[in-house]
C-alpha cells in the first residue's frame, strides 16, 4: 500500500520558523495534504497543494513540493504557542481515500 | 455550525459488548469516511461510502460493519468488541479531491 514518512518530533522556540518534512510513494496522487491534530482534538485540514505545483503559500504556511523526489514539506513562519499541534502529511489515492504519515510532534517553546 | 460531528465523544465499554458510533455531516458531501487512529497516532482508513454506497473496506474484521442511511449520515456498529479495538474512530467527509474534513473523533476504550 501507500506508505508516507514523517520524522517524529521537532520543538522550535516562539517566533522562529518551523519546518516539517514528508515523503510520499505514490506518485499518481493528485493531491497531498497537510493536517494539524491538537491534543485530543480531531484532525483539521490546513492546506493543500495540487501536484503540478511546486509551491503554495497561505499566510504563515508554505508548502513545498518536489515531485520527482516524492518530497513535501511545511514550512511555518513565526510559529506561535497555537501551533504546537502533531502535523501529519496525507496523499490521495484510490477513490479519494487518504494514506497518512506518522505525523510529527511539534513543540513551540515560549 | 458542526461540519462533521461524531457521538458519543468518549465510549468506555466491557469485552464482548457491541457499540455504535454515530456521525453526520452537513456539508452536502458526497462521499464519507472511517478512520481509525491507533495509540501510536498512526491513522488507517477502514471505510469508505458514496452516496450510500460502499466503495473501499480496507481489511477490516467483519465484527466492523458501516451503514449509512442517507449521504449525510454513516455509522459505524462493532460487534465483540475486543481490547485491541480500543483507539480513536474519526470519521470524515469530502467532495471530490478538496481534502476530507474530520469530525472530533470517538475515543473507545474497552476494558
Known amino acids: 500500500g501507500e506508505d508516507v514518512e514523517q520524522s517524529l518530533f521537532l520543538s522550535v522556540r516562539e517566533g522562529d520558523s518551523s519546518v516539517i518534512n514528508c515523503t510520499y510513494t505514490?506518485?499518481?496522487?493528485?493531491?497531498l495534504y497537510w493536517y494539524k491534530q491538537e491534543p485530543g482534538a480531531g484532525l483539521q485540514l490546513l492546506t493543500y497543494i495540487f501536484s503540478n505545483m511546486d509551491m503554495k503559500q497561505d499566510q504563515r504556511l508554505t508548502v513545498l513540493l518536489n515531485k520527482k523526489d516524492k518530497h513535501l514539506s511545511l514550512r511555518i513562519a513565526d510559529t506561535q504557542t497555537g501551533d504546537s499541534a502533531i502535523y501529519f502529511c496525507?496523499?490521495?489515492?484510490?477513490?479519494?481515500?487518504?494514506?497518512f504519515g506518522k505525523g510529527n510532534q511539534v513543540v513551540v517553546i515560549p | 455550525d458542526t461540519a462533521v460531528s461524531q457521538t458519543p465523544k468518549y465510549l468506555v465499554t466491557q469485552m464482548g459488548n457491541d457499540k455504535s458510533i454515530k456521525c453526520e455531516q452537513n456539508?452536502?458531501?458526497?462521499?464519507m469516511y472511517w478512520y481509525k487512529q491507533d495509540s501510536k497516532k498512526f491513522l488507517k482508513i477502514m471505510f469508505s461510502?458514496?452516496?450510500?454506497?460502499?466503495?473501499i473496506n480496507e481489511t477490516v474484521p467483519n465484527r466492523f460493519s458501516p451503514k449509512s442511511p442517507d449521504k449525510a449520515h454513516l455509522n459505524l456498529h462493532i460487534n465483540s468488541l475486543e481490547l485491541g479495538d480500543s483507539a480513536v474512530y474519526f470519521c470524515?467527509?469530502?467532495?471530490?479531491?478538496?481534502?476530507?474534513?474530520f469530525g472530533q473523533g470517538t475515543r473507545l476504550t474497552v476494558v
Open positions: 505514490d506518485s499518481s496522487s493528485t493531491y
Open positions: 456539508l452536502g458531501h458526497d462521499t
Open positions: 470524515a467527509s469530502s467532495q471530490m479531491t478538496a481534502g476530507a474534513f
Open positions: 461510502y458514496n452516496n450510500k454506497e460502499l466503495i
Open positions: 496525507a496523499e490521495s489515492y484510490g477513490n479519494n481515500r487518504l494514506a
